[in-house]
């Protein structure tokens, strides 16, 4: 198959792994002005609780039915939102809105070396395979080459996970009232917003959308710690490049980084480790506020 | 009409829809004292603003000791001579009175700061105290900002402004923020210790007593123009003026 | 309290930590000798903080150190310690005067962001330099002092005495600039950075020059851990080293110089009491810690000894 294509379909791939697993980030900082780095906790969480759930469908009997395990996958993704989310929400990060955002990068940042050690005590250093769901959907021939059909499904993960996100906040009703407190919080709560329960959802939200990256994954790897520790600063570039709190933002940073990497894997292979970070800091370096950045008022 | 110390002509500046300043052109003496007055989105503070750098005249010229400053950076035309303060001071308020007096009096010293020298060395803090006593505030010189009153913030602020060679000082509502029995007090401080170093003086002002109290000159601003230029008695009885600015006889 | 000059704490500071040489058996020479010279590189940090800005990439300077005093010593023969400091210091303010006046613009999380892409992009490209090691890295043998060649225990001893000097230098230096004008026009810079503008002074000349002294900060504290260690990886730039610089310039805070080497040695007597007694469990202490600090002691350690506040950011 033609190089061109071959770059296109893997950046594609990787883009649409790279959009699910940032578009939670982006969103809670749009909302809550938190860049969290416990996002990539959330999302190696996430990995472990669907390898957990996983290897339990299937000794329960799953075999019978295995398609039955996504939804153990996505299941999975949601009891992580549903537990961590008022956890740190409510548990530790309220404490620190308003304050400084670099401040609250060091809150999250402590919380993420809590749940790294936490992810060991609970699960152990050894690695987990749940590889069954991976190879359900058998291969798809294109060209001389052969992908996984579970790879595609990922791309198709993410479309429905960024056109969901983008119906909610510009279709919706409270899609409307999560993008008032975007814009202005104050002024959201003086017109009777119930503010505390916008962050706290769009925190769950984004822990969602994290823990169900790790679990999408999981199939793919093997579950070892320090998953988060490469994921985050991943979704740091993407997020960057498209500019902090921009759904559509993420979406392209994740094409840019997703393409661009799977040009370098082909043309030019020293630089696939830093390609992304060479991208971000030339983005930066143009555009200080990324591609998409929410409008924030700066001084001098 | 002889030369001034500060000539502005033809300035114009547009902000999108709005005209903030058109076709101004003003001729400050040296050693005299201007107010500006308007009402709010008149014109006035983008006129200071033009002149101390913060933003650049889309035409015209502001001419200073011969040159057209227009469109050169805050930093470069302090160091011209031309100094302000803000109408919200502006303080660092971790540092303490004399700190804040210590890091003006540094920038504006007469060798670049030093890396190795104290700040606090005996000669910078006798420069420092004597600013400070200048404007009645030595006494708080140890105390951190968030302790200070209102008043005492305004003085420090202008204090600040006054730390190296200052031939012009634009103050930005000095009295705003200001308790009602302090206003005279702290303008009385201020005009004076200005005056004795022979510095040129324009201030905005709200509070008409004050206007007619201190200024020799006032600029009336409406619509982004200067609709009046003359002594204070004649701007405030002029009926334009009173339309638009002051709303009543003087 | 009595106001002793900064060289009289200097000689009190030198001969505390020299008397370890001493006292101290090998492996916690080695502990202190790693933690000080990871503490040079949080100076650094702390002095970028009196600034107004935490930088996430500090690994950049550390690594960029190490390595070129790895390969001054594999490939050009370079044995000397002072020597091999010195090459590594030059490299780095070359390095740093490229990169600060480009970060200087930048502030808060932007500044935060690109300073640990910077970091990133050497982690990334080492690591594919299958010619200087890749992943694996770098081994470096034992550093010689103006042509004495020690081994055992007088090698410790001379690495240890060695590191301890630069520290007490690099923090009288660090010391001294601090309460120099332009240390106060720094601070001043942190709390309003209008009116430095408006006073005269440039800010972004303030924050390149803070900038660059991490630079070389962090890059002799890199050539000196990479000595220590004997060995050298891409893992010197990774993120997570940098996170842990700045968790030592939190701990500290931006108030007191010797704070910062005692938060470092504190970290370390962490690392190493939580590996050998509680596995799995140093980067939780290490999380609890922050947010102590963080909640009831925002300045720091060193505000434990100053007047100010000293907020981190």
């Known amino acids: ?300 | 009409m002889s030369k001034g110390v500060l000539e502005v002509h033809g300035v114009q500046k547009t902000f999108g829809a709005v005209t903030a300043a058109k076709d101004i052109s003003v001729s400050v003496p040296q050693g005299s004292i201007y107010s500006l007055i308007g009402s709010n989105g008149a014109g006035k503070t983008t006129f200071v603003n033009m002149v101390t750098g913060y933003i650049k005249p889309d035409a015209g010229t502001i001419n200073f000791g011969g040159r057209n400053i227009a469109g050169l950076p805050p930093r470069q035309i302090t160091r011209l001579g031309i100094h302000r303060s803000f109408q919200i001071a502006q303080l660092c308020n971790e540092l303490s009175v004399e700190e804040n007096m210590l890091v003006a009096g540094s920038i504006h010293g007469k060798s670049r700061p030093s890396f190795l020298r104290r700040s606090d060395d005996p000669q910078a803090r006798e420069r420092a105290m004597a600013t400070l006593e200048q404007f009645n505030i030595a006494e708080h010189r140890h105390r951190l900002i968030p302790e200070l009153s209102g008043g005492v913030k305004k003085l420090l602020d202008i204090a600040m402004a006054m730390a190296g060679e200052t031939q012009i000082m634009l103050l930005d509502e000095p009295t705003s923020g200001v308790a009602a029995d302090e206003k005279f007090p702290i303008m009385d401080l201020v005009i004076n210790a200005l005056r004795d170093e022979g510095v040129t003086v324009i201030f905005v002002e709200h509070d008409m007593d004050i206007v007619n109290r201190y200024s020799e000159r006032v600029l009336a601003f409406y619509d982004g123009q200067i609709i009046a230029d003359d002594t204070p008695d004649l701007v405030l009885s002029d009926t334009e003026v009173q339309r638009y600015v002051t709303g009543a006889p003087a | 309290m009595m106001r002793f000059s900064v060289f009289t704490y200097a000689a009190i500071g030198f001969a505390v930590l020299a008397a370890g040489a001493i006292v101290l058996p090998d492996w916690a020479m080695f502990l202190f000798a790693m933690a000080l010279a990871k503490g040079l590189v949080c100076l650094g940090i702390v002095g970028m903080m009196r600034g107004g800005v935490v930088s996430f990439g500090q690994g950049l300077y550390y690594c960029l150190g190490a390595y070129t005093a790895t390969l001054a010593a594999n490939f050009l023969g370079v044995s000397d310690i002072f020597l091999l400091t010195l090459l590594s210091a030059a490299v780095c303010l070359l390095v740093g005067l490229v990169f600060g006046p480009l970060l200087s613009s930048y502030r808060g999380i932007f500044f935060a962001m690109l300073s640990l892409a910077l970091s990133m992009v050497l982690y990334g490209s080492l690591s594919k330099m299958s010619f200087i090691g890749g992943t694996d890295g770098l081994n470096i043998g034992a550093p010689t002092f103006l042509g004495w060649a020690p081994e055992g225990r007088p090698l410790q001893t001379a690495l240890y005495l060695y590191v301890v000097a630069i520290v007490v230098i690099s923090g009288t230096l660090m010391r001294i600039y601090f309460d120099s004008e332009q240390g106060l026009i720094t601070l001043a810079t942190r709390d309003n950075e209008l009116r430095v503008e408006y006073l005269g002074a440039s800010v972004r000349n303030i924050m390149a020059y803070n900038y660059v002294f991490g630079a070389l900060l962090g890059g002799i504290g890199g050539t000196i851990a990479a000595v220590a260690l004997g060995h050298v990886d891409p893992e010197f730039a990774f993120w997570t080293t940098s996170g842990e610089f700045v968790f030592v310039a939190i701990l500290a805070g931006y108030l007191s110089v010797p704070s910062v080497f005692v938060a470092a040695i504190i970290l370390e007597m962490v690392r190493s009491f939580s590996n050998l007694y509680f596995p799995n469990t140093w980067q939780l202490a290490l999380g609890i810690f922050l947010l102590i600090v963080i909640v009831a002691l925002p300045g720091g350690l060193g505000s434990l000894v100053s007047r100010r506040k000293g907020d981190p950011t």
Request: cysteine-free.
């Open chain 1, 1 to 300: 198959m033609d190089l061109v294509a071959t770059i296109l379909v893997d950046g594609l791939i990787y883009a649409g792994w790279l959009f699910i697993v940032s578009v939670g980030l982006t969103l809670v900082f749009g909302v809550l002005n938190i860049l969290n780095i416990a996002h990539g906790s959330l999302y190696a969480i996430g990995a472990y609780a669907s390898a957990s759930l996983v290897g339990a469908y299937f000794a329960a009997g799953g075999e019978a039915f295995p398609y039955g395990s996504y939804a153990a996958l996505i299941l999975a993704a949601i009891l992580v939102a549903v537990v961590l989310g008022p956890l740190l929400e409510r548990g530790l990060l309220r404490y620190f809105y308003g304050r400084d955002e670099v401040l609250n990068v060091l809150v999250t940042y402590a919380v993420f070396l809590i749940l790294e050690d936490v992810m060991k005590l609970i699960w152990g250093v050894n690695p987990y395979f749940v590889y069954e769901p991976y190879t359900l959907l058998g291969t798809v021939e294109m060209g001389s080459l052969f992908y996984v059909g579970y790879d595609f499904a990922v791309i198709g993960a993410a479309i429905i996970v960024g056109l969901a996100v983008w119906l909610t906040l510009n279709r919706t009703q409270i899609g409307k009232v999560v993008l008032a407190v975007i814009h202005d919080a104050e002024i959201s709560q003086t017109m009777g917003v119930n503010v505390k329960r916008i962050y706290l959802g769009a925190f769950m939200a984004g822990a969602f959308l994290a823990a169900l990256g790790g679990a999408l994954t999981a199939p793919m790897i093997s579950v070892t710690p320090g998953l988060g520790v490469n994921v985050i600063i991943v979704a740091f570039a993407v997020v960057i490049i498209g500019g902090l709190g921009s759904v559509p933002g993420a979406a392209i940073g994740a094409l840019m980084v997703g393409i661009s990497r799977a040009a370098s894997v082909h043309l030019l292979p020293e630089a696939e480790l830093f390609i992304i970070y060479f991208v971000m800091a030339i983005v930066l370096v143009f555009r200080p506020e990324g591609l998409f950045a929410k409008t924030q008022a700066r001084k001098i």
